[in-house]
């Protein structure tokens, strides 16, 4: 089976001080997109970083990082100087390109809840 | 450009009734994509369509069907409602073919059964 873990449930972090979240997969194929979605307070979900498996270079966008580490199948995201704004439950998701091209589903880890506090 | 809609954003059924719920992609998006949230189980994917196609389709009963009209426009129906499909239904668009693109998320359905 095709899972995501996130075994941080529930994390909280300065501001402007810099937090790892933690994640994990399990697949058997060897072609994949990773992706960390934010879930803000009672509003949308965005997506906040990806990375394409067969890329060894760590995506990164302004002050969110990852650290992609395919052979342990982890896929952390660091925030730096982190921002009252980015309060939100964080979820990392896959999915798995299947032999012949086709796409997987999308599947996602059950969340970490991230508080800032000033 | 407007973002993804979802209609309507609340609502309150009963066990063993069934479901509409709406949603209209951005503008230009051919792609939409169904979520159940739940506390417990997270974000499942339920299903996705193309171009009036369903392309993937998650591990739920039969109970859980869509469609999408021609304008690209989707909707998700539930048939004889259980207590267990109480949840957050979010829909994600996104502009091309594939899953992989980065796709936008609506605000969600919250549907309580009671």
């Known amino acids: 089976a095709q899972t995501v873990t996130q075994s941080q449930p529930e994390m909280s972090v300065q501001e402007a001080e810099t937090v790892t979240l933690s994640c994990t997969y399990d697949?058997?194929?060897?072609?994949?997109?990773l992706f960390w979605y934010k879930q803000p307070p009672s509003r949308q979900m965005i997506l906040v970083i990806r990375?394409?498996?067969?890329?060894?270079q760590n995506a990164t966008e302004n002050r969110f990082s990852v650290n992609f580490q395919k052979a342990a199948k982890s896929f952390s995201l660091k925030i730096s100087d982190s921002q009252l704004g980015d309060t939100a439950m964080y979820f990392c998701?896959?999915?798995?390109?299947?032999?012949?091209?086709?796409?997987?589903?999308?599947?996602f880890g059950k969340g970490t809840k991230l508080s800032v506090k000033p | 450009k407007a973002g993804v809609t979802q209609t309507p954003r609340y609502l309150i059924k009963t066990r063993g009734q069934q479901v509409t719920l709406s949603c209209s992609p951005i503008?230009?998006?051919?792609?939409v994509s169904w979520y159940q949230q739940t506390p417990g189980q997270g974000l499942q994917f339920l299903f996705e369509?193309?171009?009036?196609?369903?392309?993937n389709k998650g591990n739920f009963p039969g109970r859980f069907s869509g469609r999408q009209f021609s304008n690209s426009r989707s909707e998700m129906n539930v048939s004889t409602l259980e207590l267990g499909d109480s949840a957050l239904y979010l829909c994600?668009?996104?502009?091309?073919?594939?899953?992989?693109?980065?796709?936008?998320f609506g605000p969600g359905t919250r549907l309580t059964v009671l």
């Open positions: 994600a668009s996104s502009p091309g073919q594939a899953l992989t693109d980065t796709q936008y």
């Open positions: 697949t058997s194929e060897s072609n994949y997109y």
């Open positions: 990375q394409e498996a067969y890329k060894q």
């Open positions: 998701a896959f999915i798995p390109l299947n032999y012949g091209g086709s796409q997987g589903n999308l599947i």
């Open positions: 503008s230009g998006h051919r792609s």
């Open positions: 369509y193309f171009s009036e196609t369903q392309r």
